[in-house]
């Protein structure tokens, strides 16, 4: 079976419908499908992170997921992060804190701190870079990213 | 954080305002180039030569043709018939075109190109292509290139020599003659680039009717661009549109290198009839986009026992690849007016070849040959004070250029405009506390630990003139009567206010992420007393409706100087008119008014005041209330131009760049003796770019450069093996250092404005990528010094330094 | 960098799978959580007439303990073995070698059993089933085949499992409590394949080293079991002196390789460097030390 097929998800808590080749990579049927472009190609092979997208809530790489394996799931976007208008802390705090220059690592840089934060609400410093050597920044050598990590972390803590 | 901030020079100006830019990206509502939307675009899928060095035989492309989806293959003998060979910066015979027409000479390069309904079904029919290859010998050291029984790329150059200068400033002769110490060393400088996240991106669309070719891509310029592209494409300027995106994913100079593939995707647009999308896939990238040269330098200094440097001598090899692509040769010669530092010595001999081996293509990258130059000459200055038994902080300080000697001539022509090193300095070393930083060294080292610290300083030039690159060729060759020469550093803004009393600002640049939106509108709101709400900057790019040179871009650390000047220009020259029109209205003299607070006031501050909002609504609205001789429309464009860009002289002296910054850096590291690891303890960086506009966003820059060149020193290298193959094809392999990687950087400010700018801005763009590599090996081999071991080549990976430690304890055992 | 086209089967039970498998005879790959068979389908190296995505076979994602064994489905993600506090509390072991898997999102879809059947001689979990004397359960169409790392590991990237067999199941036999255990290695940058890796796993009886498990990681085509290291423990007791001896053994024993990251040398000096590294902290650990 290499024809197209359907497939329903919810992306950013929309359902959605798309009639995709199995071939086709999820970042590919985000972007070019759902027309959602804030999610970034990067490299293709799964190492600089500008394609994660949460996927049921866990950031994953949408570079090295099939299109047609998230049927039935719930995936967010960067697009999805902002609820009504209002920025998310995380979006916040690298707005303030010069978390991004080019801003195309960035989608990735958020969904990846965003799942990270949920497991360690109260992370160290060492512990973030960690968790960030996830995604590749050209621009920004990461230290307005960092802070702007550090900054979220409290926010998102007391918004629990 | 030792972080300083910067006095403020305005109400907005020197503040470190949240940038305009920063809501669409953290929302993922930008626009780069792959998210543009377009009708019937077909995509491209590029063939590329798996052999470094072979003649092409012939290509079938038949199946390919009958392939799902495929409208079209381009091929070499395409480009040899519709297109011509791109100009290139030295007089050898080199003919580079789009696609390889005769041979492939690196792996990577294009051979054919497939265009299909998707880029799945593009690749699918490049698998169809077949391609007979000759295979030939491949050659990719530049030392070895030169060598007689070397294969020559090139037949009708004769040599892999694209080009050879000898430049010799003052007497070196005499220099070494009288020098009391003499020191030698051959330095190694690898293959590296700044890979943007954002690949290039290419769509292009023909209009049979018009003629013209639209062409919306993630270059930087238009620059020279604009120029090389429709002469290769046989097109007159004004049928060529280029559009930038309003976004764009990085570049540090590695997207100007971007226009063979405009060509290339034009000539596909034109030859199938249909829009044409090219995104350079990562493979792509590391395989053939661009990067620094890979060097190998032989260096020399003469000096007198109490450190005082005498005269030095460069001879370096800089391996441009397969062919030599606009703007090389600046690898060697960009930094020309700089090629002595912020050092006072006067006698330089300069030789250097431009090589061509089977390796990639190079071009500007971040610190566009600064990162070399600077390595060689603070690893010399290490090496004297470790032969004088100086302190390496004390070799420097009895170098330097006086503060009080700027502007300052350079043997080479530079003339730095503004500076004071010693100060600069000596903030770097208080900041570090570097007495301190001496004394637990002692400590470490009596423990048996390996703990180093390294000094580098240079000066930081910024905003090319374009007359550099002619250094290439010969001044006999210059002096023809048909030679056309180059000079000149310019960029233009516009600022208007609309109907109802807002401003709009235009910029000729293209940013890559620099922030220019907001520092424009501070710039703006100081200069019309606004604010920056107030003010709409538009950065994006079209050849066809704003106003550009072609200098016009964001490289070299243009912005901060030229871009920023023009703006302020236009700002000046907008409110002289307000100004001019409200006296009109109140028919006083000009010179009674006064510009305060967005409002054209009496200085008597007696009468009515006019704001912006009323006199653009009068202005536009009733143009009969003009003054006589004032062109309706409340706009004004400033063209700023350097005038101290000049063409070479017929001593190759130039003045290379338009302000000179300046960098001091202290950085302390420990080396594990066990593993040959570093790990970064303390990174000091202070900078003198003039005026700073937006702190926030100088030290983003700085904190990016930083981390840029100690990819370099450490981690990145685009390794080829003897036959020309590429060992690091992936970001596996590609080492790009990541957040755990980035140390923690210290940052300082001095201001020494720009007497040449009109807000004493110089640029920071390139900041400390030019710096990084000579203190992390400065810093190294201090560390290692109780085993000898000196670095001499980059980058420090553990394999290789753990080699050398292993060498040196050997010889000690 | 656009995989080529492929057939696509998301069989439900293993069976299924098996049977999509055999259809294909050895041209069909399995598709778990895809972190390294998706770079190679996108850069075309693998080819593969067809996928057999096993991601909804929920029958293949389980952490049990049984008899003093930890049996894990080969489809359980790396981030479910991070985040288990069975593993923790029981295999302290796997818990640290997980955490320097990739980064935390190529662990959200990355498995163990994808892990294992990739056989990547740098990689950590092959080093941790070889020391903990694991076994792995290969299905297909003639019933289940149960091999030890020994008779699972072949070379690099190559396993002996059949084209038409799917591992099933990993199984992880629990250490005594009071081991000591640990997993040092080096690597270029954080999240890197390591150059080296080393698996240490100390079992005691009283103060003796009853028995020693050293295996190493990227020094080898497989990972390499340490025989001659662990035996020095096991007669010479657990002391800096012994450690350091088995150290120089482990040394000796590897046959690493050279490329661009390590020379062999280099490889070959970092095993004795994280050995000792490794041996140190394991027994630190001892009887719950830290
Ligand atoms: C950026 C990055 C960094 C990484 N760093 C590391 C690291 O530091 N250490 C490390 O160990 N790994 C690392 N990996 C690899 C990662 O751990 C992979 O998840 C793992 O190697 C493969 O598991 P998978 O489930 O993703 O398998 P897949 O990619 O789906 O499959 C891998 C191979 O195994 C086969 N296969 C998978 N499951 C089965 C099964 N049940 N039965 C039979 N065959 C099967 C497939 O057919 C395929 O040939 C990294 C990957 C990336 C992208
Ligand atoms: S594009 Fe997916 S990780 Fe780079
Ligand atoms: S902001 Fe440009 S890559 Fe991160």
Known sequence: ?160 | MGTVVVGTSGRWVGRPLKRVEDPRLLTGTGTFVDDLPFQNVHHAGILRSPHAHARILGIDASAALKALGVVGVITGADAEALTRPFSVGVSAPIKYYCLAVDKARFVGEPVALVVARNRYLAEDALDLIRVQYEPLPAVVDPERALEPDAPVLHEAVGSNLACHRRLVYGDPERAFKEAEVVIRERFRFPKFGSTPIETYGVVARHDPVSGVLTVWSNFMGPFIMHPLVARALGLPENRLRFIIPPDIGGSFGIKTSIFPYIALICLAAMKTGVPVKWIEDRREHLLASSSGTDRVTYRELAARKDGTILGMRYRWYDNVGGYVRSPEPGCTFRPIGNWVGPYRFQDLDVEASVVMTNKSLTGPNRGYACGHLYFETERMMDLLAERLGLDPAEVRRRNFIPPHEFPYRTPTGGLYDSGDYPAAFEKALTLARYDELRREQARARAEGRLFGIGLAVAVDPSVSNMGYDTVALDPQFRSKPEYLPKSGATESATVKVDPLGKVIAILGTAPQGQGHQTIVAQIVADELGISPDDVTVVDEMDTFTRIWGISSGTYSSRFGSVGSSAVALAARKLKARLIAYAAHLMDLPAETFVFRDGQVSPASGKGPSYSIKDLAGRAHWHTESLPEGMEPGLQATAVFGFPQANAPDLQDRVNSSNTYGFIAEVMAVEVDPDTAAIRILRYVTVHDAGTIINPMIAEGQIYGGALHGLGGALYEELMYDEEGQLLTGTFMDYLVPTASEAPTIEIAHVVSPSPFTTLGAKGLGESSSMTVPAVVANAVSDALAPLGVRINELPVTPTRLWALMENARGAKR | MKPAPFEYHVPTTVEEALAHLRHYGGEAKVLAGGQSLMPLLNFRLSRPAALVDINRIGALSYIEEENGTLRLGALTRQRAIERSDVVRSRLPLLTEATALVGHLPIRTRGTIGGSLAHADPSAEYPAVLTALEGQVVARGAGGERILRPEEFFRTYLTTTLGPDEILTEVRLPIPPPGSGWAFEEFSRRHGDFALVGIAVLLLVEGTRCAKARLVAAGAGPVPARLRGAEEILERDGLTEQSFEAAAARAAELVEPDSDIHASAAFRRHLTRVFTLRALRKAARRIHGGH
């Not at chain 1, 049927?29 to 949460?54: K, M, Q, S, W, Y």
């Not at chain 1, 960035?106 to 512990?127: I, Q, R, V, W, Y």
């Open chain 1, 1 to 160: 079976m290499a024809g197209p097929r359907t497939i329903h998800l919810t992306v950013n808590g929309a359902p959605r419908e798309g009639w995709v080749e199995p071939r086709k990579l999820l970042v590919d049927f985000i972007r070019e499908d759902l027309g959602l472009t804030g999610t970034h190609v990067g490299c293709e092979h799964g190492i600089c992170g500008a394609c994660t997208v949460l996927v049921n809530g866990e950031a994953a790489r949408s570079c090295l997921m099939l299109a047609v394996q998230a049927a039935g799931a719930e995936v967010l976007t960067v697009e999805g992060l902002a609820r009504d208008g209002t920025l998310h802390p995380l979006q916040e705090a690298f707005w303030e804190h010069h978390g991004l220059q080019c801003g195309f690592c960035t989608p990735g840089m958020l969904l990846t701190a965003c799942d990270f934060l949920k497991d360690n609400p109260s992370p160290t410093e060492a512990e973030i870079r960690e968790a960030l050597s996830a995604v590749l920044c050209r621009c920004t050598g990461y230290q307005g990213i960092i802070k702007a990590v550090q900054a979220a972390a409290p926010k998102l803590r007391d918004a629990r």
